[in-house]
Each structure stands twice: as C-alpha cells, then as structure tokens.
C-alpha cells in the first residue's frame, strides 16, 4: 500500500484555467504538506496543516488554496493557473507536531504540472 | 541565512568507490533532526537515514552513514561501495523540533560512473 498518494501524477493545462490535485496519507500521521519543486530542483514548503488546522503558509500567492477535509487528506486547489507555477507538487506528511526529532517526512510521488 | 547547505551541485564517483556528499546547517534550537533523501530520475523521494541532534553515535543505514559533527554543524552522507543505482539527486533536510518545519538543501545530483 502506498503511505502518501497524490493524483493526478501528471496534469498538462492551460494558463488561466483551475486545477486540483488530491493527497491522502494512510500512516496515520498529524501533519501534512504541500512542496513544490522548481525546475532547479528547489524544495520549497507552501503549506502545513497538523490535524486539519492549517498551521505554515509560506506567502503562497491566494491562488493556491489547501483544504484538509480530515487529517488523512490534503488537497491543494490552484485558481488562474500561471506559466511560473509549472513544477513538480510534493504532498508530504509526517507524525505529531513538536518535539520529536525522529519524525521524518514521507513524500508521495509528486504531480508534474506543466501549464501551457 | 541558509538553513541547509549543500555546496556540491554535483559529484562524481567510480562504482564501487566510497562517496561523501556534503551538509551544512544552521540552527540555535538545541533539538533538532538531519535526513537525507534519495531522489532519482522518476522523482520520487526516498528518505534514506536520519540523526538527531542529541544521539551520540553517528547513523548508519545499509551502505549509507551520516558524518554527525555537531560543533561544525556538518552532516555530511557516506555512501560506501557506490552502486550504478545510487546515481540521483540527494537532498540534505532538518527539521527544528520548535517550529515544525522542514528545510531542504539545494541538493547534490551524484552520478556513478561504471
């Protein structure tokens, strides 16, 4: 069983149309992230939600918005869509908020989006 | 300042050589984790071995160990007897066990040569 999926994998789309990419976590963990990696490989979080509650956004513009229907799901919904937010979108999840240092990060495949 | 630092974009190294990719970090949290990942060409990634900032002993996992010098703040990975397999990018991760949040270095892209 796959720990963290993410779907769609791959989405080719227009500028200025909407997109959704869906997350799930079957390990039972707290917290949840959105990554997006640039074309230079650059990881760079965009969002943490630790038990549905939203708790990092890292000054993503408004047109990204996660929602986190419980605390297995993450979704990220992306509105006008833009040719600079071509890049690969990481859902990651991890145990408990705090001080645990051995809680690592599980990534799920990524979603390539290309925006044309 | 750059939390993670890898200052290698890329390496070279004979299959069946030992290699050391190296990592940089700056924190003044007194706890605090270091990964490494595994990304290959299909992207996904890999977590490969962690070391938390109070364990003694340096971590090993497999082939792969971590070079844990916490007065430098250097966690520096070891891959012993590289494999055509091992060629990928690695990214180097803390995470501050006060904020949450995980930071990632430019990552190192190490390819094994036959």
């Known amino acids: 069983d796959t720990a963290v999926s993410q779907t769609p994998k791959y989405l080719v789309t227009q500028m200025g149309n909407d997109k959704s990419i869906k997350c799930e976590q079957n390990l039972g963990h707290d917290t949840m992230y959105w990554y997006k990696q640039d074309s230079k490989k650059f990881l760079k979080i965009m969002f943490s939600y630790n038990n549905k509650e939203l708790i990092i956004n890292e000054t993503v513009p408004n047109r990204f918005s996660p929602k986190s229907p419980d605390k297995a799901h993450l979704n990220l919904h992306i509105n006008s869509l833009e040719l600079g937010d071509s890049a690969v979108y990481f859902c990651a999840s991890s145990q408990a908020l705090g001080a645990v240092s051995g809680n690592t990060i599980y990534f799920g495949e990524g979603s390539w989006l290309t925006v044309v | 300042a750059q939390k993670i630092t890898q200052t290698q974009p890329g390496m070279f190294v004979q299959e069946k050589e030992a290699v050391t990719l190296d990592c940089t970090y700056d924190?003044?949290?007194?706890?605090?984790?270091l990964f490494w990942y595994k990304q290959p060409s299909s992207g996904e990634m890999i977590f490969l071995i962690y070391?938390?900032?109070?364990?003694?002993q340096n971590a090993t996992e497999g082939r792969y160990s971590l070079n844990f010098q916490k007065a430098r703040k250097s966690a520096n990975l070891v891959i012993s007897a590289s494999q055509l397999g091992d060629s990928a990018m690695y990214f180097c991760?803390?995470?501050?066990?006060?904020?949450?949040?995980?930071?990632f270095g430019s990552g190192t892209k190490l390819n094994v040569k036959p």
């Open positions: 070391q938390g900032s109070y364990d003694q």
């Open positions: 924190t003044s949290d007194p706890s605090y984790g």
């Open positions: 991760a803390m995470r501050e066990d006060n904020f949450n949040k995980f930071y």
